[in-house]
C-alpha cells in the first residue's frame, strides 16, 4: 500500500512570493490534515478536511494561506505572499478511521 | 484547550540499554487518546504506540512501553534494548475522543542512542 505522498520535499523562496504544496493522501482515506512543524516545535494543525469539506481550519491564517481538496482526494496548500516565519516544514497526514494518522515525509519551506 | 508538555528536550542512551521518555498533558475530557511519534532526520512521523484512555492497561509494541497515569495525567514511553535505529525526535500526542480527531503534540525529546 502506497504511503502519503507530498510534493516537493525541498522549496526555496524569497519573501512575498507565492508557493504551493501538494498533497497525495492514501487510497481510500477520507480525512486529510495538513500541519505546520516550525524547527524546534512539534507540528502544528492547520487545517483539517473530511472528504473535499473543511472540518478545521481554525489555526490556519486566511489572509495568506489557503487549501483545498478538490474531488475529495488530493490536496493543495497555498501561501501567499509569504513570510519569513512562514519558514517549516509542512507535513500532510491522512486517516481512515481518525484515529490512526499516516504522516508524509514533508516540504521542507525555507522563506529567505 | 489541551496542552501536551515534554520536559526533556534531549536525553540519551547506551545501545541496549533502556530509556524512559516523558510527558505530561492537560485536558478536562475523561475520553481521549495519546500517542507516542517518532520523527527520523528523514522527517517521516511514525507512528510508536497508541493508548486509549479508558484502558487501564498499559499499551506495548516489541520494545516500546508506555506508563499511562491517568489521575497524574503523565504519559511516559519506554524503550528496551535500545538500538541505534531507535534514535530520532520522539513527540508525545494528544488526541480528544470526540469527532474532530485533531492531535496536538509536544515539542518532542531528541534521543540519542550511543554505540
Known amino acids: 500500500e502506497a504511503g502519503v505522498a507530498q510534493s516537493p520535499r525541498y522549496k526555496i523562496i524569497e519573501k512575498r512570493q507565492s508557493v504551493a504544496f501538494w498533497c497525495n493522501p492514501i487510497?481510500?482515506?477520507?480525512?486529510l490534515y495538513w500541519y505546520q512543524q516550525i524547527l524546534g516545535q512539534g507540528p502544528k494543525l492547520l487545517i483539517q478536511f473530511q472528504n473535499n469539506g473543511v472540518v478545521d481550519d481554525s489555526q490556519l491564517p486566511k489572509d495568506r494561506f489557503s487549501a483545498e481538496r478538490l474531488k475529495g482526494v488530493d490536496s493543495t496548500l497555498k501561501i501567499q505572499p509569504a513570510k519569513l516565519e512562514d519558514s517549516a516544514v509542512y507535513l500532510c497526514?491522512?486517516?481512515?478511521?481518525?484515529?490512526?494518522?499516516?504522516f508524509g515525509p514533508g516540504t521542507r519551506l525555507t522563506v529567505t | 484547550a489541551q496542552t501536551v508538555t515534554q520536559s526533556q528536550p534531549e536525553m540519551s542512551v547506551q545501545e541496549a540499554e533502556t530509556v524512559t521518555l516523558s510527558c505530561t498533558y492537560d485536558t478536562s475530557e475523561s475520553d481521549y487518546y495519546l500517542f507516542w511519534y517518532k520523527q527520523p532526520p528523514s522527517r517521516q512521523m511514525i507512528l510508536v504506540i497508541r493508548q486509549e484512555a479508558y484502558k487501564q492497561q498499559n499499551a506495548t509494541e516489541n520494545r516500546f512501553s508506555v506508563n499511562f497515569q491517568k489521575a497524574a495525567k503523565s504519559f511516559s514511553l519506554k524503550i528496551s534494548d535500545s538500538q541505534l535505529g531507535d534514535a530520532a525526535m520522539y513527540f508525545c500526542a494528544y488526541m480528544s475522543g470526540g469527532s474532530n480527531y485533531k492531535l496536538t503534540f509536544g515539542k518532542g525529546t531528541l534521543l540519542t542512542v550511543n554505540p
Open positions: 487510497s481510500g482515506h477520507a480525512t
Open positions: 497526514a491522512s486517516s481512515l478511521s481518525g484515529v490512526g494518522q499516516y
